[in-house]
T-cell receptor
């Protein structure tokens, strides 16, 4: 079974631009969560989507948004990029029914210059 | 102060030594997971523990979940260079849905 895939793997953007990251969950997994990983703050939860609805949101500004499509694929968008948004963005998928386990993709390394 | 405290932050040992990593909180977890992450990659799930007092073994790795479901430990026996990496504990807290709260991580280096 294929794992979680994320595209692109690497991205360089300039301050003020916006960016869209994509995540395809494991087949049959209906929940997708996004996390930001930085050396200073570690791994922090951004939001979770299930059945195209945002179920939970972390403590991030409104510049961070996301959505989920009917095939469970998800995208997250960051508008008006700041230098501090440079991070590894990780997507995790979960089957939901009867499972507590989240499986992570390889991440998208975003660098803001 | 982090909700999940992991210790130690760094560990450098020789091949063949044993080690224990700790994950503690003042909050009760509904479940806890341990991950291992290598540079530039996403965390890889090692184990999930759900029941207080639970012990799980995965080859040379032993995972324990505290009776009160507020702490966990990971013990590695006879560490090998292939065990090198960042070990992360992550908990689902009660009333927090599927959101995972992560510890700060333990960076392990095993020297041959």
């Amino acid at each position: 079974k294929a794992g979680v895939t994320q595209t692109p793997r690497y991205l360089i953007k300039t301050r003020g631009q916006q960016v869209t990251l994509s995540c395809s969950p494991i087949s049959g997994h209906r929940s997708v969560s996004w996390y930001q990983q930085t050396p200073g703050q570690g791994l922090q939860f951004l939001f979770e989507y299930f059945s195209e609805t945002q179920r939970n949101k972390g403590n991030f500004p409104g510049r961070f948004s996301g959505r989920q499509f009917s095939n469970s694929r998800s995208e997250m968008n960051v508008s008006t990029l700041e230098l501090g948004d440079s991070a590894l963005y990780l997507c995790a998928s979960m089957r939901v029914a009867g499972s507590y386990e989240q499986y992570f993709g390889p991440g998208t390394r975003l660098t803001v210059t | 102060t982090q909700l999940l405290e992991q210790s130690p932050q760094f560990l450098s040992i020789q091949e063949g030594e044993n080690l224990t990593v700790y994950c503690n909180s003042s909050s009760v977890f509904s479940s806890l997971q341990w991950y291992r992450q290598e540079p530039g990659e996403g965390p890889v799930l090692l184990v999930t523990v759900v029941t207080g007092g639970e012990v799980k073994k995965l080859k040379r790795l032993t995972f324990q979940f505290g009776d009160a479901r507020k702490d966990s430990s990971l013990h590695i026996t006879a560490a090998q260079p292939g065990d090198t990496g960042l070990y992360l504990c992550a908990a689902r807290l009660n009333n927090a849905g599927n959101m995972l709260t992560f510890g700060g991580g333990t960076r392990l280096m095993v020297k041959p």
